[in-house]
C-alpha cells in the first residue's frame, strides 16, 4: 500500500474527522472509499465516459457549489 499526502482546506478535514468518527472508521479507511466511489473500485486503464452528461441538471453553477453539493449528499 502507498502513502500518499493531501493538503486539505481546514472545513474539509473536519468534516472528514466527524464522519470517520461517525462511522467508526479510521481517516484513511474513509478517503480510500471515497476515493473508490468516486474512481470506480476496477482500474480500467481509462475511465468510461458513457454517461457523460447524463444527468444534466440545468445548473450551470456545479463545480462552483460543489461542496456544499458533497455535504449534503454526505449528510443525507
Avoid at 499526502?5 to 466527524?18: E, F, I, Q
Amino acid at each position: 500500500m502507498k502513502r500518499t499526502t493531501v493538503k486539505l482546506p481546514d472545513d474539509l478535514d473536519a468534516r472528514l474527522r466527524l464522519e470517520a468518527e461517525r462511522r467508526r472508521v479510521t481517516v484513511s479507511e474513509l478517503t480510500r472509499e471515497a476515493i473508490e466511489s468516486h474512481l470506480g473500485s476496477r482500474p480500467t486503464g481509462r475511465r468510461r465516459m458513457i454517461a457523460a452528461a447524463a444527468g444534466r441538471s440545468g445548473s450551470h453553477d456545479v463545480s462552483e457549489r460543489i461542496e456544499e453539493i458533497l455535504h449534503n449528499e454526505v449528510t443525507r
